[in-house]
């Protein structure tokens, strides 16, 4: 491996990773918001929300991301619906993402102890008060791990976008060695990069870990 | 009907599936009066308590609490519930001490107790506060207000969950099992607080195993079986000179630890 070259080529990927954060950021926002919202239709005793919500996960998980992408950039202009390479790779990338969220989420409150249900109940609370402030609170301490987990999927897909032509890290990288045919140096500087960004992630699941911990 | 009756349940079924818990119970609990629910483990002691403020559906029967009606059967046999909000309205005069205290684990004692006042009636936290500190001094908890729950014995939780329950001043109160999952050593914290209640005159639906304070606290007694109320009275009747063989058979197995004969088991399901 040239170090010349992996010094070259930084500067060059790393002007992506402004891309390659706002993929995330935004596909993470969007998906968890739409996840929390699938999560709680699917378990809502009203039939038509929680069928909805099961066919949103059924679909979404159930098809490629590429796919996605695809049907975002390239299928939703044939019917009148232009969206920028990017808000089109965040838009696949939301839904994708927010199917998988609203299962840790899911996961994650129903395994909060029915008894603090039945507590809030015989208080006279509200379902949608105990949600809030009772069972959502717990259940983020066990939905935390599957969350990250799906976050840091989520990084390493942005890398996808490449794709629909979004020019973030992975893009940026493929322009180097389309131009020098040096792969190894390109190809280690942008693995180490994603490397970093999700290391920043899981040090992030430690703190909101040890912030959520139960006081004993 | 007595009119002083502030709970009434009359043909009260309850079915899980295929299994019949409660096969018709009626009885009243009328103001200021303990009433004792003892019976064998599965004889559905503890679903009768659940259906009162319906943390349980009955399948049938009707449930009067203070004068509202929580659920009644129609013409044609099917129930009709109260609405939500009736239902939280009911709830919030109805008191509950569960088995396994289901206290929030992520609040303080003291913001244990404030949540539901500030939430349901709309206490300011200031007020809620001050409350919540005589309710914890008065279980004997005032210095464990800012620990948390996991930071507390068995007995120091049940009493935190009994003030959490009288912060919403109830009209009366449901106690399940509340000393079955602490250390024996600590449940005679728990009974001191609850016969203290009694004494000021709440009115109490309890099911315990305590026999001691079933005979010392409780005004009358229900023995329940199979999903049936087999015998009630004055807890000195039915603690002291048990009419049914079912009743005696229990009594002693509870007192003498003793295993229940299974023959009686035997004969009362034929």
Redesign the interface.
Known sequence: MEWDVVLESFPLIWKGAGKTVGLFAWSLAVGTVLGLAVALMKLSSAKPLSWFATGFSWLFRGIPLLILLFYAFFALPEVGWLLSPFWAAVLGLSLWTAAYQAEAIRSGIIAV?Q??T??S??????RS?SMR??II??SIRIMVPPFTSNATTLLKQTSLATLVTVPEMTLLTQRIFSNNFKFIEPIFVLAMIYLAMTTVLIIGQLIVERT?R??? | MSSDALVTVSGLHKSFGDVEVLRGIDFEVARGEVVAIIGPSGSGKTTMLRCV?L?ERPSAGRIEVDGRVLCEENADGSMRFSDKAEI??I??H???V?Q?F?????FTAVENVI??PM??RGLSRKDAKARALELLDSVGLAHKADS?P??LSGGQQQRVAIA??LA?DPAFMLFDEVTSAVDPELAGEILLVMKRLAQEGMTMLVVTHEMGFAAEVADRVLFIDHGLIVEEGPAKEVLGKPKHQRTRSFLRAVLERAPMAEEEIDDDEL
């Open positions: 102890d008894g603090q039945e507590a109940d015989a208080l006279g609370m509200t008060h402030r009772i609170p717990q959520f139960l006081r004993t | 403020n943390l939280r309205a709830r919030e109805v008191g509950m569960f396994r289901n206290l929030f684990p992520h949540e539901a939430a349901v948390y996991l930071q959490r329950a919403m």
